[in-house]
DNA sequence: CTGTTAGCGCGTTCAA
DNA sequence: TTGAACGCGCTAACAG
């Protein structure tokens, strides 16, 4: 297997030149002679010559790669992003090193030491619960947090998520819903908290009360979307829409409705969030917000890649936009409206589910 | 950020001893004298020294990580797969560098060159279509080949994809459908190819034909099996199951269906492939043909460790079995069976839909 | 334009 | 049980 390396000092004495030389040939041709170059490149393919990054990066003092702490690998939402971050990465030529922070040798095993091991060039956190207790100031690489963030002190990508849940609940009403509930995602995540506040704040901007009842807990997962139909069938007082925290939720929801006989969205409007692949394909296609994970993963990458090449110290962070994905989850309230016929008797021209986009958008404040 | 790194040398100054004493007392504790260990211990907690692997690793003359070559990072199928590879490769010592050949520097760049570049100590390769030029008698690492498969020699981890479409089928059949469709993979992917193959095989053993435009072309992905379903209502004459070769195709065909109106499994009964997250929570929920992801990554990642570190150059391949999971998609045939009542009046006990896997399982040949 | 020299930080002989 | 010395393969001064 293992066949004797070639290294650059066989390179060296076949081409009749010094190791210097050959260096210098492969990393900035054009500061050698012509002549030179060409014999070094004979050697090189003569041989079949390939650098050995290991000692490169010994000298060069870096690793040539980045790490990625994901808190959970097997997420799908996570693999879009990744494809982001290797396709900049690649280009910029980094190497992509994956962790499941769950799964590590000591899972949660000291993250500072993670940090700090010196694996990796740049690190990229997705995961901000992690973060939280690590001591910034003696960082030995930059770090980017993407996603879920916290107090901490960290260049970021992430998007909106107030603005985005409160997107969900502008559409909703603008469809006009007035009673609304929210499945939420598990306690003690960012991403719960602010889904919720987003939710909380536009529906006081619309004069909307959220009784608790109506904030059913979940954990972003299928069975919790599940496990809120069930709550929901229990309610005495059933609100006419839903704003799930995942889309995954809004799948277990609607699946779990169907199997009780209701249907979406004649008898219940849902709003999903992240517009995972499979919400075009749901019957009914679930309207969502949009989560843009392969360009989250991008810039990430370029922000890194920017820290590590220019030392530029504190790259600006990003908002990355989110936008709302109409499909057929949410129907008109009252729900005579949300028949084609209906909403042509009454409004005297097509309404309805299949307005689009841009419509919807721009009934917002 | 980068504060000057302590090395070996500033904690053998620090324990007075020497770099020797230090990188022993760190690789091979037992090898120094207990006393010396201690001040070496000392002194590392109270610098906060790290190995500097990039070092160590030159020395060792290996790379420390192992490298996954997947088609699509983006694709979720691959996530829970990197999740097995990661969790036993971190335990291993191993970190996970990961590369999307399609969005690789140059896409489908010299594989050769991927292989041999040093990168990592082994290679799994997900990508059976890059793998087919490479020259085998030349690798400097180990190969591991998961998944796809073609006429290459390399060690494989995968699943029997005839066998498992075999039990799709005898499974259609025990439930007493004798008209089959198949809906296929891309072309000229292997796993298409196979699934086809084994369907067919099966079909023939129980002396089922199938009528060519019962095969009904599709590519994996969610779209094809709408497509698929505009094709089956196309049908003059009709098949009574249809098994598709990826779930991600029978969600979108089970979406199609049911917007114009067929219900499945009462119309069409519906197996899939892979078991995907959501396969259990959809509506009806999706009889399907596992695939034990995570296992796949663990057994392939045990296998390039053990070639990597016994020097064993070529351990035997492995198949990983796959099963049958039974829910809601699929209906005895004729119709009036697949209701509990009409099945326990005719077979005297509970038969229908809710057989366990052994069951089943058991009527293979 | 090119060669010489000196490490990058570690593991590992070989003596003591 | 420990230390001195060497070198893994490469790049970056500094001469020439």
Redesign the interface.
Known sequence: ???K?VTIQDIAILAGVSTATVSRALSDPHRVAVRTRAAVMEAVTQT?Y??????R??RLKR?G?ILALVP?????F???I??GL??VL??AGF??????TR???DPLMNLD?VL????ADGIVVFDGALIGDVRMD?????VVAACEWGEFELPWVRIDNEAAAAMAVDHLVAMGHRTIGHVTGPDGNVLTSSRLEGTRMALERHGIELPPEWIIPGDFG??S??LAARRWLALERRPSALFCASD?MA??L??EL??NGVTVPAELSVVGFDDI??A????P?LTTIRQPR?LIGERSAKMLTAVIEN?D?WPASELIPVELVQRQSVAQYPASLSLPIAAIERDGGPGGTRTPNQAVMSRRL
């Open positions: 297997m293992l066949r390396s079949g390939q650098i050995n990054s290991t000692a990066n010994l690793t790669s959970d690998l097997a997420n799908p996570f693999s879009e990744l494809a290797a396709s690649s280009a190497g992509l090193l994956v962790a499941d799964t590590e040798p030491d700090n091991k010196g694996l003696q960082l030995r690489v930059p299928l069975a979307g599940a995954q799948c277990g609607i699946g169907r199997n692949d499979l075009a394909h749901l019957t296609a392969f030392a110290p």
